[in-house]
Structures are given as C-alpha cells and as structure tokens.
C-alpha cells in the first residue's frame, strides 16, 4: 500500500500507482447530515470512506481588515471579512455568501489596502504548524502550499466583480499591481515557512477564470494581465521542487493551452456543468497535465446518475495514470449518507490498477 504521498507524487507523473487517489472537499453541512444519518460520530469522513487526505497551508495575507458581527437573525449573520466585504452568512444550508459590499473597491482605496498588506508580521500559525506537521508526515500525507492571488480571489474576496472586470479593460496597471501585491505577499510568507524547515510536496491556488460555457475575459486579455502571474508563481514552486495545482471552476477551455505552456501540471476540478469535458482534456493535454475532479456534483443526490456518469468518465480518465477522483466542485448538502457509501464503493472499485 502507497501512501498519499506516493500516490500523489507518482500520479503528477503519470506513473504507475496501486490505486486512483480519491481527494475531495465536503460542506460541513454535508458532513453533518452523513453523522445524522448514521455514519460514526469516532471517524472523520475521509477515513470512513477511504478517501486520501491531503493537507493545504495558507498563511494570511489579506488587508486584515476588522471583522465583526454586523447583525444576526435565526437563519444568517452579517459579518465584514478580513478582506474589507461585508457578507451575509447563511446558517441552515451551506451555500455562497451573498456579497453586500466591497470596502476596496476602487483603484483610490487600493493604496490602503496594499500598505496593510505589505505588513507580514504574526501571519503565519507557527503553533499549528509546529504541532501539526510531524502528523502530516507520520501518516503520508500530500502537503500543498496555498497561494492566494488572481483573478478570484481579487474580485470574490475584496474588490467585487464588475469593478475587477472594468478595471482590467479600463485600468489594467491598477488591477496588475494588485496581482503582484497579492502574489508577492504570498510567495514571501511560504518563503518564511520553508526557511523555518518545513517542506512541502506542492502549491495550490484558486482562481475561477470561467463560468457556464466561457471564460471571464478573452485568452488574450488572460496572456496580457494575468498569465505572467500565474507562471511566476509555477516558477517558483519548481524552483524550490515542488509541483503546481490550480483550481479554476467554471469553463476556461481556451486558457488551458496557456496554463500547459507555463508548466501547469495538475488541473481542477473539471466542472462538467460549466460545459468542461474531460475526455477532449484527457486527449489533448494528458501527456502534460494530470486531472483532479470532473464528476458533475449536481448528480450526486441521484444514485443511478452518478454511478452511471462514474462508470462513464473514470476509466478513460485513469488509463495511464494521471486522474484524481472528486466531484467538479465539492459535495453538497443534498448528498446522502446512503448515496455517499455507494459513490465511494464505486470509485474504489472503479480506481483499481
């Protein structure tokens, strides 16, 4: 038996593995209605159904602006996040928060937020870390860097999206400096860990460039404003040898020759009802890039569906190596217990090598 380490490493690779890795994210919800309807209250739900477990580490870099509890009723509180938005948090379901506003919205308040940034001192959680790593490593684990920058992060989590998207068009220096701000940053606080003796396996970064069917904004405008970022950081984890994983939901097809270029060499997580395909991926780009995803998560609370849709994608996908399971996004709240275990009977049947 391989550890999650060894399966991962090799499947960058596409190398031989003794089974397809299955690394996943599930909604607390979601994990609380498994417990509800009878999965064992002693076991996290990875164990239960033998998925891998991998860790992600990102230190703080945002604005550190004052969060608070603005108000709060039975079913959602309004919160300001470190990044200068105020939220609506919803308590009942998981789901999206709904934005209500954005703090740093403007090329004149970006000045104040990049000075707070440009502060990195006690934003890394040395206790954790210091307690936590010789566990990771003990049990095998994959350990990623998170890196926060892009386009996501920027428009999601503090600017707000028409602003980021006019800006690209119309002040593009500004929207450039804060890509280097929020990359610069990042890079410098994993510096700050691997100087301290710690050694990750990778880097990981979230940047949703796509929604249903197209891309946010045109291949060239991605080569012009973005994409040097993107390869500076691949750079630096190759530097350091470490490998790169970016997540990108939405439909992002034509940025996907870029990404090869630049060395990407993990892809997630496939989203299938943003119109995605796996097997064009797979047959294009499989030599270079291993997958991570690809199962449509709005099947999952339809047994019949999912199982036929996994029968349908995951042994093409795993032929030669190269394929992590999970669903094109993460598991949601409508994904039972009794759905759960038969999904993961599935895929460990289906994984075999």
Known sequence: ??????????????????RMLMVDSAWAGTVRR????????????????????IVRFKPDNSPRFEQKVLEENETSKIITTSWGQTRRVFKAQDSTPETLSSYYDSAEKWPEAKAKMLD???????????ENYPKWRAEGRFLQLVLWFGFDVTHSHMVGTE??????????EWITDMFDTYLNTSLELCQRVLDAGYEFDGIFWYDDMGYKNTSFFSPQMYRELLKPFHKKAIDWAHERGMVTELH????????VPDLVDIGLEMLNPLEIKAGMDPFRL?????????????????LWDNLDLVLSEMERIIPAMKEGGGYVFASDHSIP???SFENMKAISELAHKLGKY
């Open 163 to 172: 602003n980021v998207l006019i800006g690209m068009y119309e002040d593009p």
């Open 1 to 18: 038996m391989m550890t999650t380490r060894e399966r991962m490493l090799r499947t960058y690779r596409r190398q031989e593995i003794d």
């Open 333 to 335: 709240n409508s994904v």
């Open 282 to 298: 797979k047959a294009l780009y499989g030599d270079k890039l291993a997958f991570h995803g690809g199962i449509n998560a709005q």
């Open 120 to 130: 990195l001192d006690d934003r890394i959680p040395w206790d954790y870390l210091k």
């Open 248 to 255: 990108s939901c939405g439909y992002i097809d034509a940025l």
């Open 34 to 53: 498994w417990y509800n309807e009878g999965m064992p209250q002693n076991v996290g739900w990875e164990d239960y159904f033998g998925f891998d477990k």
